[in-house]
């Protein structure tokens, strides 16, 4: 786990990377709060700061003030190293947002145990937003967590002036499956066929389920030409799955349909346009048949 240290006296910044480093931890350390505030704000921000209380220009109760008014980031424990002993201080700093605080001189192993502490807390605290933005039966993103993402890609490609691609896709006569080999085989059926989608992709793509037996796919830097071609590939190996499902003799095949839409930069797309033109995309492979590709463009 990554831990930031701020901290202006040299000794002491060097005895806490040594430290914290001998106990396995990934350590960036730096001589002041706005060193430390340019790092938290960056993709990626370590999960635990050990701050000094007294710094120059920003100090560590500021410091731990403007990360706790931070919005749209993951939580991070902040321990506020101290002279101050007394009672109100010790309030004062943890009124603050602090999470704990240590007296200097430090104890070691006062100060190992306490950031052992923290990083059980971060470590849940992930594993709580992990589970909160799974679907529970696929393990694929939720709906809400794949908008949320999808809402990222595409404010990334905005600001990069890039184009990234949006691909709904629905499971063809899923219904029959249900009414045919029972909930339970269509459970079975919804579960292998995101982990096919899932394992098609590049690591940097995502997939999600948009509901039912209808996921959702984001190609990030992907063009319309591209879009198309890995839809076709999915819609082929899915075409050439054989599922044995439990309790029958022969495998079951099944189909899919894809809608396709891009967005391009250069365009007045938004996110909104760019999902209803995906949607009406796999309408008409629906349409036409099921078990193809359609792309509507802009």
């Known amino acids: 786990m990554k831990v930031l240290v701020a901290e202006d006296e040299p000794v002491s910044r060097r005895l806490l990377e040594a430290l914290l480093r001998k106990w396995g931890y990934d350590v960036l350390a730096v001589p002041n709060g706005s060193k430390a505030w340019e790092i938290v704000q960056k993709p990626e921000a370590p999960g635990l700061v050990i701050s000094d209380w007294m710094m120059p220009g920003m100090d560590g109760l500021e410091l731990c003030s403007k990360i706790r008014r931070m919005e749209d980031s993951d939580y991070i424990y902040f321990i506020i190293l101290t002279a101050k002993g007394n009672k109100e201080d010790v309030v004062k700093g943890l009124s603050a947002g602090a999470d704990d605080y240590v007296i200097k001189p430090f104890d070691k192993e006062e100060l190992r145990s306490r950031v052992r502490i923290g990083e059980r807390i971060i470590n849940l605290e992930r594993q709580i937003r992990?589970?909160?933005s799974?679907?529970?039966l696929t393990s694929v993103l939720n709906r809400k967590a794949f908008m949320e993402r999808l809402d990222?890609?595409?404010n990334r490609a905005r600001r990069k002036k890039i184009a990234f691609s949006f691909v709904i896709t629905d499971i063809?006569?899923?219904?029959k499956i249900n009414d045919t080999f029972g909930h339970q085989a269509g459970d079975i059926?919804?579960?292998r066929f995101s982990k096919k989608l899932s394992d098609s992709l590049r690591?940097?793509?995502f997939v999600g389920r948009y509901g039912g037996e209808e996921f959702t796919i984001c190609l990030p830097h992907t063009e319309t030409p591209q879009a198309r071609n890995v839809a076709e590939r999915l819609r082929k190996s899915?075409?050439?799955m054989n599922m044995k499902l439990p309790g029958e003799a022969d495998p079951v095949k099944i189909t899919a349909s894809f809608g396709v839409a891009s967005y391009h930069p250069n365009s007045d797309d938004n996110l909104d346009s760019l999902v209803r033109r995906a949607d009406r995309a796999l309408y008409e492979a629906k349409s036409q048949g099921k078990n193809r590709v359609c792309v509507e463009e802009t």
């Open 130 to 132: 992990h589970m909160a």
């Open 134 to 136: 799974i679907d529970p």
């Open 152 to 154: 990222a890609e595409a």
């Open 172 to 175: 063809d006569y899923f219904k």
């Open 189 to 191: 059926v919804l579960q």
């Open 203 to 205: 690591s940097y793509d």
């Open 238 to 240: 899915i075409e050439k």
